[in-house]
């Protein structure tokens, strides 16, 4: 930024080819190109990119985490906007191609050594010509965004809500909340919000929900837990509702080397695109579809098959031990239609499950009832057992 503008891309590069032919060292050139925010909410701008990048020298490694950023920028970009049976036609782009494309890039934090470069950028991209690009492609967008709405992210420990905690506010407080398709604000939580409510809202109870929501706003309110348990998981739970409608989501995903922060952020980025998917398909006007892993607006896991409605089940197995728990669980995973189930917690009689299911809860009774299985509606959650 010179003067308070912010700079165009082209003009980034034009003062790091300057530096290098003045001899300026990294700290010059940092100076140059000062922390800038934003100028707007468009979803044509991706916020918070960060970036890490060892080269030959610091010039060269800013050079490569710029031309990093502007990429990973562009897929989130195209990602946010068009549907998600379209992301097979995204174009794959050289550098090249994807330069012409930016109207601007800043700064916000950036930090060096003599070969490494690390920083987090906001990089805006072109209106025109990214829908030119959409259009040569018989590709169709959508630039409806949700009305906003507030995510409250806690922790418990015992009887105790914290916010703060193996960096789980800090994961949702690094998310580019402000120009995605579902723009959110983060709370902190007020005093006086105990273990015994949140854990009645994710449960579904509708009174606690209300009475903790008009503690902050109008605006729809998620809660969202996120936690390691049994030192090699991290769980997820998101409750209350959104821009779509009520919301009850829960994930539980193995650590499988990551420490508790890393994971934390990869779950944070997973419940935001869980969030966005919710508005983008009720947009398109189907049901809502199944959750999908977002690296950057990459989606892993694909849609349900036409018609059919996907929706993430929480529910309590009842066995008699751990034998039948055994049994129970391998016959669960055969369910016709029944994915990505997962066990949240485990005791000596009863399991807390959530999976995946694409298709109504009537259908989901009788596919259960047909492998011999009981689904009904317990005091708090979905009960299944063996018949």
């Known amino acids: 930024m010179l003067d308070g503008r912010v700079l165009t891309a082209s003009a980034h590069r034009r003062l790091l080819r300057h530096a290098v032919v003045l001899g300026l060292g990294p700290l010059a050139f940092g ?15 991706v916020a918070k990119l960060s970036v890490d990048v060892t080269a030959k020298d610091a010039v060269a490694a800013k050079a490569e985490a710029i031309a990093e950023a502007e990429r990973r920028g562009l897929k989130v970009v195209l990602r946010r906007l068009v549907p998600l049976q379209a992301y097979a036609a995204l174009p794959a782009l050289e550098q090249g191609e994807v330069e012409p494309l930016i109207s601007g890039l800043s700064i916000r934090s950036e930090k060096y050594s003599t070969t490494r470069y690390i920083a987090t950028f906001d990089v805006s991209f072109n209106e025109q010509a990214l829908k030119q690009l959409l259009a040569s492609r018989n590709v169709t967008l959508s630039e409806t965004r949700a009305p906003s709405i507030a995510i409250l992210p806690l922790v418990i420990e015992g009887e105790q809500v914290k916010s703060a905690g193996e960096g789980w506010r800090q994961a949702w407080l690094d998310l580019d909340l402000t120009h995605g398709m579902a723009p959110a604000t983060v709370l902190q ?21 209300a009475s903790v929501q008009g503690t902050y706003s109008g605006q ?14 991290f ?13 009850n989501f829960g994930r539980t995903g193995t650590l499988d080397g990551e420490d508790a922060n890393a994971a ?26 199944e959750p999908v892993r977002y690296e950057e607006g990459a989606p892993a896991a694909a849609a349900p098959a036409q018609g059919e409605p996907g929706r993430n089940v929480v529910a309590l197995v009842q066995f008699a031990g751990l034998k039948e728990w055994q049994e129970i669980r391998g016959r669960l995973m055969h369910v016709p239609g029944i994915q990505a189930l997962e066990v949240n917690a485990l005791s000596a009689r009863t399991a807390s499950i959530t999976f ?7 259908r989901l009774q009788k596919v259960l009832g047909d492998s011999g299985f009981a689904f009904e509606n317990g005091e708090d959650n979905f009960l299944i057992r063996a018949r």
């Not at 800038?36 to 044509?44: F, I, L, N, R, W």
């Not at 939580?189 to 929900?209: H, K, N, Q, T, W």
């Not at 779950?267 to 006007?285: D, I, T, Y």
Request: glycine letters at 12%; aromatic letters at 6%.
């Open 189 to 209: 939580p007020r005093p006086g919000l105990d273990a015994r409510m949140v854990r009645a809202i994710l449960a579904g109870d509708s009174g606690a929900y």
């Open 220 to 233: 729809p309110l998620v809660i969202a837990v996120g936690q390691t348990i049994d030192g090699g998981q």
């Open 31 to 45: 100076a140059l190109a000062a922390r800038v925010q934003a100028a707007d909410e468009s979803p044509y701008t």
């Open 235 to 247: 769980t997820t739970r998101l409750a209350g509702a959104d821009s779509v409608g009520q919301i």
């Open 356 to 362: 995946d299911y694409a298709g109504s809860l009537g």
């Open 264 to 289: 934390a952020r990869d779950a944070a980025a997973f419940a935001l695109a869980v969030l966005e998917n919710r508005w983008k398909v009720m947009q398109s006007g189907g049901a809502e579809a």
